[in-house]
């Protein structure tokens, strides 16, 4: 499961997937102590193989729809995000990751 925020909720499926691994990098990023602008991608490659997936144009098509899902979920929440794709970024031929300037990413340990 992936949360956002305090209310929007992403239940087990192909968008909290992929927001898990980048989240993941975000966190080893983190850990290492790098100024978030330091914070590196995963290329598209590296997303087909930690995905279980076919192709990159698979990935691509997680990347759009996890963006959609969070807009969707961000408006049903009363919330606002203007550019979604700002929350995933893509530079280009470096890959993915969160945003680091705009994106905290924390670990919830269940009790």
Same mark, same amino acid.
């Given at each position: ?6 209310? @929007? ?10 927001? @898990?691994?980048?989240?993941? $990098? ?11 602008? $330091? ?8 997303? *087909? $193989? ?7 144009? &698979?990935? /691509?098509? #997680?990347?759009?729809?996890? #963006? /959609?899902? @969070?807009?969707? #979920? ?11 794709? $700002? ?9 993915? /990751?969160?945003?680091?300037? #705009? *994106? &905290?990413? /924390? ?5």
């Amino acid at each position: 499961m992936v949360l956002i925020g305090e209310h @929007i909720e992403l239940k087990k499926n192909a968008s909290a997937d992929l927001l @898990i691994v980048l989240a993941e $990098e975000w966190l080893r990023a983190a850990g290492k102590g790098l100024e978030p602008l $330091e914070f590196p991608c995963l290329k598209s490659g590296d997303l *087909v $193989e930690k995905l279980g997936v076919e192709s990159d144009e &698979v990935v /691509r098509r #997680r990347i759009l729809t996890a #963006r /959609r899902t @969070i807009a969707k #979920r961000f408006e049903s929440a009363g919330l606002s995000v203007d550019k979604p794709e $700002e929350l995933i970024e893509n530079l280009s031929w470096n890959g993915y /990751r969160l945003a680091p300037e #705009r *994106v &905290v990413v /924390r670990v919830r340990h269940r009790s």
